[in-house]
């Protein structure tokens, strides 16, 4: 629940009621000559005023037009004695509906009409109290109506919930495609991405549209156990949906077959309903798993392009790439942690591991903050202070040649927090592949305080992964 208002009322114009109103507030500021000066007190009555108005509102004092809200596909009509200016004064369509008529019939779809006396409020007083289930039908109206102030709120509370881990993701997303509202489709995207698991097991997954599914499959950013896990989950998908066979075939060409251990695509092979119906559509793309998981990727790399989004995995949760870190009472001291990864995703690579160790820091202060205590003449400077730093994540291989021949490491941490029951991804740091630490780990965290958005439970929720990633190799002619 969120409570949406603006600073303060835009003119009034010469409408009398509304004169008298601020009159009430104009009066109160004064001026007072003390001791031969000048001092001047203000006096807030904003308070007052809105109170003020709202009365006008529910009363229908003065008002000199009608609101008729029938509900789309009902008799149910809802009427509202209002003012022609206040609507006017946010609102160019209701000042253009309202210019030569003081009666008018408003269609609206029934979620709509059933907070339509929230929207006529917000143009009164500039605040309303939003609950989830209202998000969309307030924000289509602040939409059609023109209401930029309320149209602006109402989308940044959307995508506080998604940051959070709350709201329905995929029907916003539908939504926001809709009203071609980019910045609510990008965070929906993210959210679906980093929470993909999450999605997947509940029955928002049912109502992925073919559309959202294309925009989700090519992604490497995506969260989940592994990548047989999308394979079940695209099938459950294509099960229910039933696609045109076009779609189907597009969207199993998008699993990322290489990243499937051999054991596991001949079950997929002889059991899968959906490989059964289209097989021939991946058979090329099965086959060049197979050859991948059968050669050294040095000798694969000979014949075949490593390059591809194929080879190279997404955020996996499972043991194989990374592992969890719960750090309690994370602003306390420095800690330190190590875990092993898989060298790389090729059968000829699954008995290799890379052991890594990590250092996390909380209050980690660059060398420009560091204590310095005098200058060069003796001049006593201050100290910075331990709250001046800022959390640091160091992830290094614990032998010195990290990078295997023909691969280097990506690595990623993503950082949960708890929402009805479960730990969603909220935010996710990538380091480039030469780094050994992501420059703006946690750069806007306040761990001190126990309610951070950053922590469940006064702990710090991480999970580090590490993705191999394959070099070109450049052939010489023979």
């Not at 740091?429 to 780094?435: A, E, N």
Request: glycine letters at 8%; a neutral charge.
């Amino acid at each position: 629940m969120l409570r949406l208002g603006y600073a303060k009322p835009g003119s009034w114009g010469s409408f009398w009621a509304i004169l008298t109103l601020v009159g009430l507030a104009t009066r109160a500021a004064q001026k007072a000559d003390v001791g031969g000066e000048a001092a001047g007190t203000s006096i807030n009555h904003s308070q007052m005023l809105l109170q003020r108005l709202q009365e006008l509102l529910s009363q229908g004092n003065a008002s000199d037009v009608v609101l008729r809200v029938q509900a789309a596909g009902t008799d149910e009509v809802r009427v509202f004695h209002a003012h022609r200016l206040l609507l006017g004064l946010h609102s160019e369509l209701l000042r253009e509906l309202l210019s030569n008529q003081s009666e008018v019939v408003l269609q609206e779809p029934r979620d709509c009409a059933a907070v339509f006396d929230k929207f006529i409020r917000y143009l009164y007083c500039g605040e309303l109290t939003v609950l989830l289930a209202q998000a969309i039908p307030l924000h289509r109206l602040a939409t059609k109506y023109g209401v930029a102030s309320l149209q602006r709120g109402v989308a940044d509370y959307m995508r506080a919930l998604l940051a959070g881990g709350a709201g329905p993701a995929v029907g916003w997303y539908h939504y926001a495609v809709s009203t071609g509202d980019e910045a609510l489709r990008e965070s929906c995207l993210q959210f679906l991405a980093w929470n993909l698991s999450a999605v997947a097991g509940s029955a928002e997954w049912g109502a992925v549209s073919p559309e959202l599914l294309a925009q989700l499959l090519p992604r490497s950013d995506l969260v989940l156990q592994d990548e047989l896990e999308l394979f079940h989950a695209l099938e459950a998908w294509l099960g229910r949906a039933r696609p045109p066979a076009a779609v189907a075939e597009r969207a199993l060409r998008a699993i990322r077959y290489p990243m499937i251990p051999p054991a596991q695509l001949f079950q997929l092979q002889a059991r899968s309903a959906a490989l059964a119906r289209h097989g021939e559509a991946v058979a090329d793309l099965l086959l060049q798993a197979y050859q991948f998981h059968a050669a050294s990727p040095l000798h694969y790399a000979k014949f075949f392009d490593l390059n591809g989004s194929a080879f190279l995995p997404r955020n996996y949760l499972a043991p194989a790439w990374g592992a969890p870190w719960v750090i309690n009472n994370p602003a306390r001291d420095d800690r330190s942690t190590s875990f092993q990864t898989q060298l790389g995703p090729s059968g000829h690579d699954s008995g290799r591991r890379v052991t890594w160790n990590v250092l996390f820091s909380p209050r980690w202060l660059p060398v420009s903050l560091r204590p310095v205590y005098a200058d060069a003449a003796g001049t006593a400077l201050p100290a910075a202070r331990p709250e001046d730093g800022r959390p640091r994540l160091v992830v290094t291989p614990a032998s010195s040649g990290g990078d295997a021949a023909g691969v280097s490491f990506q690595k990623t941490v993503l950082v949960g927090a708890r929402q009805h029951g479960r730990l969603l991804v909220r935010h996710a740091y990538s380091f480039h592949q030469s780094s050994e630490e992501a420059g703006d780990f946690l750069a806007h965290a306040d761990l001190q305080r126990r309610n951070s958005e950053y922590l469940v439970e006064n702990a710090l929720h991480l999970h580090l992964i590490v993705k191999p990633v394959y070099h070109t190799l450049i052939r010489t002619p023979k």
